[in-house]
């Protein structure tokens, strides 16, 4: 069950998804202004149930702009935007940022590999020049020491924070 008390797809379905810390803090600030403790959901009442969430999705993206013009049968403007859409603009900006298609399958919670290379398309073609080039060092013993030098000065400098 999740914690709605909605039966969850399978037991693999629950999963910690992470955040970026700038959205972490801004969940953590939000949370401090509504009443409630830790446990509770981030939305709690009407934003907990999803047609609800979906209906203020909606609102922000046409306030947003996010629309073609386009109407659903009552005349209401329709957004060509989703919130399942979040999910696959999360899939591509991982992809886009080099994480390697193990590890975004099981962020995203995919059972299969072949769901999850759909966002591999969207990789830039220079992720190839850079894996030959790691390929290339590895072969040869040479590999480019200004990553380590820049993560052994990051973590110098919070040594002294």
Known sequence: ????????????????????????ELLAAHRVRLPGGPPDPVFPGPL???RAARRLF?????AAQLHDGGRNPTGVPKP???IHD???TYGVHCAQAGVPIVRLQKLLGQASPHMTLRYMNHAPESYFAEDAARVAA???GKRDREPEAQAALARDALRRA
């Open 48 to 50: 907990s149930d999803y």
């Open 138 to 140: 590895t072969l040869t």
């Open 86 to 88: 979040l999910r696959h």
């Open 1 to 24: 069950m999740s914690d709605q008390g909605r039966r969850l797809k399978t037991r693999g379905s629950a999963r910690d998804v992470p955040i970026p810390d700038p959205l972490a």
């Open 80 to 82: 060509n935007a989703t």
């Open 58 to 62: 909606r609102r922000a993206c046409l």
